[in-house]
């Protein structure tokens, strides 16, 4: 573990010496659980001075107040709240089920994304939904949950050119991570597949199905079945 | 999305004009950036609290953000002050003075021009604008779709409700005299406290950006100020997305740094120099493009001190009565 100053207000606690993404996953989801062990830890003992977390893959950031704290107090406190992390129990986060509704209708690059593959649509779509992925990271907008890691058979470049538009709820593959879409936005991940469960709605407790830290499996519906979910097509 | 739009009953301001970009905002969403939020708020803190304050407001009460080219008209009786950069204000047509409080009566025409020097101008009424918080905040995000009116930009048309208001004939105006106001210039000197991957850049390429003078592009947004100047090289490709501080500067691969400002992603893959002193982002905001930054490393310690003597500052001036 490692902490270093980000700003005049902000420090970034690091918890791997891998700093590029060629990661292996096994080393990525015992990191990502660390990450949810330190955002629960310093939220529980140092809340009232915290202004803003920014948990990701393998490092925290953490804001504070410097009218309540300063770097001084803070660092040292940080150090010793985090001392026995290694040995804490790993809490494996919860397993969160999506529905997608996969299909050309859906999804404009499942059979293009299958070409290249050289498999079948059907092998694109169980590879997709038999692994289990960790939430690594919540960022880009509101709500957009990055998962890792998807079968290599699969993984597949962002698009040359992002679409304008890619519409609530689209699932999609950039290179080994995988994502829903949680609100209309522009994009460039291939897309396979439309979940009609919301991952951020501000009206609703809480905002989003999943945290840094759970893990996701996608359940394969039919169009029936979407639309009776509320699926939009 | 919650919808923000105060009650037809409310009275308040009606938008004739909204202007390139006027936005509702208050000084930001905080503790929601493990959604993905970002914080938005005034892109110039400084000039935000003074139109509060000089409207007897709460710090964070909420205001308008433009750019110029707005134009309001007033359904109600309060107060309103206008401050920030240097834009021509007129009340029915007659020009009226930056960062002091004027009367202001039902039918009044409010009408802000463009700015002969720094870009951002607040407009604060007493009580402020009565706009439903989201997540904690009316700070409006377009890229998010958050805050304000529905997410939006102002646009012709809209109404904006008011808080209560009580005055009399008597109610004294307020001025910040001249020799506190900020000055905007064509140049800023951004204060950085070096941090994140400072160490993957070599000490002459941290030296090369410590020592030129760098552009604002034109691509500058309320996301990022992308610069244009020296090309400064990490010795790493890219790293793990990782958490985005207020004032981050980035390195993409292109070697021309980007300053993270209030609207910017909560995280990102790019390395980091460390990050730039928030108070002197406010300058920054009021730079146009074309006009040039030169940076200064200080300590973190440093860093809190100014912060905390700028804060003292603030609260130690009296503003004049009128």
Redesign the interface.
Same mark, same amino acid.
């Given at each position: 573990m490692n902490i270093?100053?980000?700003?005049?207000?902000?420090l970034?606690i690091y918890f791997s010496q891998?700093?590029?993404?060629e990661?292996s996953t096994e080393l990525s989801i015992e990191v990502s659980a660390k990450v949810q062990q330190a955002?629960d830890i310093i939220t529980g003992s140092l809340g009232g001075v915290? /202004?803003?977390?920014?948990?990701?893959?393998?490092? #925290? #950031?953490v804001?504070y107040d410097?009218?309540l704290t300063? #770097?001084h107090s803070i660092r040292p406190k940080i150090r010793e709240l985090l001392a026995d992390i290694d040995r804490v129990d790993k809490s494996e986060g919860q397993l969160i089920e999506l529905p997608v509704y996969y299909s050309a209708e859906s999804g404009p690059d499942l059979m293009l994304l299958a070409d290249k593959a050289g498999l079948s649509i059907e092998e694109v779509i169980d590879l997709h939904r038999s692994q289990e992925y960790q939430v690594y990271?919540?960022?880009?907008?509101?709500?957009?949950a990055?998962l890792g890691e998807v079968d290599e058979r699969i993984a597949a470049p962002r698009l040359a050119t992002p679409r304008q538009q890619v519409p609530r709820g689209a699932v999609g593959i950039a290179d080994r991570q995988t994502a829903v879409y949680p609100?209309v936005s522009p994009g460039g991940w291939n897309l396979i597949g439309l979940c009609p469960q919301r991952m951020?709605d501000?009206?609703t407790t809480p905002?989003?199905p999943v945290? /840094?830290g759970d893990r996701v499996q996608f359940k394969s519906i039919g169009r029936e079945t979407f639309l009776s979910l509320g699926g939009e097509l | 999305?919650?919808s923000a739009v105060g009650s037809p009953s409310k009275a308040g301001f009606l938008v004739k004009q909204p202007g390139p970009r006027t936005l509702i905002l208050d000084l930001g969403r905080?503790?929601?950036?493990? $959604?993905?939020?970002t914080?938005g708020g005034p892109a110039d803190p400084v000039a935000f609290r003074w139109a509060n304050r000089l409207c007897k407001n709460d710090q964070n009460a909420t205001a308008l953000e433009a750019v110029g080219g707005l134009v309001l008209e007033s359904a109600v009786t309060t107060q309103l002050a206008v401050c920030g950069a240097n834009t021509p204000l007129t009340i029915n047509g007659r020009v009226r003075a930056l960062w002091r409080s004027h009367r202001i009566k039902p039918g009044d025409v409010v009408e802000l021009g463009f700015a002969t020097e720094g870009v951002c101008t607040y407009l604060a009424i007493s009580g402020g604008f009565e706009i439903t918080q989201?997540?904690g905040s009316t700070a409006t995000v377009v890229?998010?779709?958050?805050g304000g009116l529905n997410g939006n930009k102002l646009e012709a048309g809209d109404s904006l409700p008011c808080g209560s208001y009580e005055s009399n004939e008597d109610t004294q105006c307020l001025k910040l005299p001249k020799g506190y106001r900020p000055v905007y210039g064509r140049h800023a000197m951004l204060r950085v406290?070096?941090?994140?991957q400072q160490h993957d850049f070599s000490r002459y390429q941290q030296r090369r950006f410590f020592s030129n003078k760098y552009k604002i592009s034109s691509r500058s947004d309320r996301m990022g100020c992308c610069l244009e100047g020296p090309e400064i090289r990490p010795n790493?490709?890219?790293? $793990?997305?990782?958490?985005?501080?207020?004032?981050?500067i980035q390195v993409p691969p292109d070697g021309q740094p980007i300053i993270l400002m209030n609207d910017r992603?909560?995280?990102?893959?790019y390395p980091?120099l460390?990050?730039v $002193?928030?108070l002197d982002l406010g300058q920054l905001a009021q730079l146009k493009p074309g006009d040039t930054v030169y940076f200064d490393p200080i300590t973190?310690?440093d860093?809190?001190n100014i $912060?905390?003597l700028a804060?003292s500052y603030f609260k130690k001036i009296e503003p004049l009565v009128c």
């Amino acid at each position: 573990m490692n902490i270093t100053v980000a700003g005049e207000n902000s420090l970034i606690i690091y918890f791997s010496q891998e700093v590029d993404s060629e990661v292996s996953t096994e080393l990525s989801i015992e990191v990502s659980a660390k990450v949810q062990q330190a955002v629960d830890i310093i939220t529980g003992s140092l809340g009232g001075v915290l /202004v803003d977390l920014v948990p990701s893959y393998a490092s #925290l #950031l953490v804001i504070y107040d410097i009218f309540l704290t300063d #770097l001084h107090s803070i660092r040292p406190k940080i150090r010793e709240l985090l001392a026995d992390i290694d040995r804490v129990d790993k809490s494996e986060g919860q397993l969160i089920e999506l529905p997608v509704y996969y299909s050309a209708e859906s999804g404009p690059d499942l059979m293009l994304l299958a070409d290249k593959a050289g498999l079948s649509i059907e092998e694109v779509i169980d590879l997709h939904r038999s692994q289990e992925y960790q939430v690594y990271a919540i960022g880009f907008a509101p709500g957009f949950a990055y998962l890792g890691e998807v079968d290599e058979r699969i993984a597949a470049p962002r698009l040359a050119t992002p679409r304008q538009q890619v519409p609530r709820g689209a699932v999609g593959i950039a290179d080994r991570q995988t994502a829903v879409y949680p609100s209309v936005s522009p994009g460039g991940w291939n897309l396979i597949g439309l979940c009609p469960q919301r991952m951020f709605d501000p009206d609703t407790t809480p905002t989003m199905p999943v945290k /840094v830290g759970d893990r996701v499996q996608f359940k394969s519906i039919g169009r029936e079945t979407f639309l009776s979910l509320g699926g939009e097509l | 999305m919650t919808s923000a739009v105060g009650s037809p009953s409310k009275a308040g301001f009606l938008v004739k004009q909204p202007g390139p970009r006027t936005l509702i905002l208050d000084l930001g969403r905080y503790g929601y950036h493990h $959604l993905g939020m970002t914080t938005g708020g005034p892109a110039d803190p400084v000039a935000f609290r003074w139109a509060n304050r000089l409207c007897k407001n709460d710090q964070n009460a909420t205001a308008l953000e433009a750019v110029g080219g707005l134009v309001l008209e007033s359904a109600v009786t309060t107060q309103l002050a206008v401050c920030g950069a240097n834009t021509p204000l007129t009340i029915n047509g007659r020009v009226r003075a930056l960062w002091r409080s004027h009367r202001i009566k039902p039918g009044d025409v409010v009408e802000l021009g463009f700015a002969t020097e720094g870009v951002c101008t607040y407009l604060a009424i007493s009580g402020g604008f009565e706009i439903t918080q989201v997540f904690g905040s009316t700070a409006t995000v377009v890229r998010e779709g958050i805050g304000g009116l529905n997410g939006n930009k102002l646009e012709a048309g809209d109404s904006l409700p008011c808080g209560s208001y009580e005055s009399n004939e008597d109610t004294q105006c307020l001025k910040l005299p001249k020799g506190y106001r900020p000055v905007y210039g064509r140049h800023a000197m951004l204060r950085v406290v070096p941090g994140y991957q400072q160490h993957d850049f070599s000490r002459y390429q941290q030296r090369r950006f410590f020592s030129n003078k760098y552009k604002i592009s034109s691509r500058s947004d309320r996301m990022g100020c992308c610069l244009e100047g020296p090309e400064i090289r990490p010795n790493t490709d890219g790293i $793990l997305s990782e958490g985005i501080c207020f004032g981050a500067i980035q390195v993409p691969p292109d070697g021309q740094p980007i300053i993270l400002m209030n609207d910017r992603q909560t995280i990102g893959g790019y390395p980091k120099l460390g990050s730039v $002193l928030s108070l002197d982002l406010g300058q920054l905001a009021q730079l146009k493009p074309g006009d040039t930054v030169y940076f200064d490393p200080i300590t973190v310690d440093d860093a809190h001190n100014i $912060l905390h003597l700028a804060d003292s500052y603030f609260k130690k001036i009296e503003p004049l009565v009128c």
